[in-house]
């Protein structure tokens, strides 16, 4: 004999059609009862809109959910919610639809940044990606160089986005889910644009693409304090900044204005990563200071933060059948290094 603890228990998980949310979540199963002479169920529930087609989909589905759990027959009757519990939910789900931008939103945003190019800030922003998601994490990957985009070509990418309804698929290499602007430019075209345009493609890979739920998003920043990395600061209110450098003093001294730049715009600076630190001889071990030394701890100190890690001049092991040129190997000394970066910065965000 049907019970109204089984008949609550059969629809409080039915979606409310408006809300997509559950019937018991909203408290929307009003008032039900039940005729035992003629095994017969009446409920009452409450939508967002009455006279729909919608209620039409739901009074089927109830229907047929109370006569699979062995009513007779069934009568239904539709009230609106109230406008109290209307306005909650439909906040939440304004909320929701900001995605990325959600204060519902638990992704860290990390920016990569240096001060001037040929620091290698794009290979710190792919290894440092590629080490989060070996950690376990959900992560995305944004090639925010748009004039100098170089991301696909160093993880090897050969496929390009789909479009899926009105959302970009970004492409999963390495566990990452990568976006660039090299995704949208046929033969290496140059990009010609001003500020307002690269403003708009930038919304656009945080609004139009389908990033899911992801733990960490990281954005490969033009270097310098030009407009996207501007746009950034002003797009991402809450992002972190790793500072990328070599140890050349003039180096160093120039990536102290992204940094600078970071801090006036309240972002929060992880750290120092100190590329092309030394070349190690695999002959004799000998290590030589290409660059200079003491560039990465004086940014470090001038920024009031903390080398994160030294990395050696090296070439990744190149695999012809996964060609990456960029991604080093988890066995790898500097693929090593990485992981290590990688960790201190789940630690410092996550704890």
């Known amino acids: 004999m049907l019970t109204e603890q089984n008949i609550r228990e059969v629809l409080s998980g039915l979606q409310e059609p408006f809300l997509h949310r559950p019937l018991g979540e909203l408290n929307a199963i009003e008032e039900i009862k039940i005729k035992e002479e003629k095994n017969h169920v009446s409920v009452k529930l409450l939508i967002a809109k009455t006279g729909t087609a919608e209620q039409l989909q739901l009074q ?5 959910l109370l006569k699979e759990a062995g009513a007779a027959t069934v ?3 539709f009230s609106e919610l109230p406008e109290e519990i209307l306005s909650q939910y439909r906040q939440a789900e304004a909320e929701d639809d900001k995605g990325l931008f959600s204060p519902n939103n638990k992704t860290a945003f990390i920016a990569i940044a240096s001060g001037k190019g040929g620091v290698g800030k794009s290979t710190v922003s792919v290894n440092l990606a590629v080490s989060l998601a070996r950690l376990g994490k959900k992560v995305g990957l944004i090639d925010a160089d748009i004039y100098g985009f170089s991301v696909p070509d160093m993880m090897g990418i050969t496929t390009r986005p789909v479009v899926r309804g009105e959302k ?14 090299g995704f ?16 708009k493609m930038l919304n ?8 899911g739920d992801i733990d960490y998003l990281l954005l490969d920043l033009p270097p310098g304090t030009g ?3 501007l746009d950034v600061h002003t797009m991402l209110p809450s992002c972190k900044e790793i500072v990328v450098t070599t140890p050349h003093p003039t180096a160093a001294f120039v990536a102290a204005r992204a940094g600078a730049m970071a801090i006036k715009t309240e972002h929060e600076i992880l750290g120092v990563i100190e590329n092309m630190s030394y070349f190690e001889s695999k002959l004799t071990g000998e290590k030589e200071y290409v660059f200079g030394k003491g560039g990465g701890q004086k940014l470090a100190e001038e920024l009031r933060t903390s080398v994160l890690g030294q990395l050696p001049l090296e070439q990744p092991n190149w695999n012809e059948d996964d060609f990456a040129p960029s991604v080093y190997d988890a066995d790898h000394k500097l693929g090593k290094i990485y992981g290590e970066i990688a960790q201190k910065v789940v630690k410092t965000i996550e704890e």
Not at 60 to 64: I, K
Not at 169 to 179: E, M, Q, S
């Open 60 to 64: 089927t589905q109830v229907v047929n």
């Open 75 to 77: 009568g239904i009757r």
């Open 168 to 181: 970009i698929i970004p492409v999963d290499r390495f566990g990452v889910k990568v976006i660039s602007m």
């Open 184 to 199: 949208f430019v046929e033969d290496n075209a140059p990009i010609i644009w001003r500020g307002p345009m690269l403003g």
């Open 204 to 211: 656009s890979f945080f609004n139009e693409v389908e990033w």
């Open 227 to 229: 407009d996207v990395a």
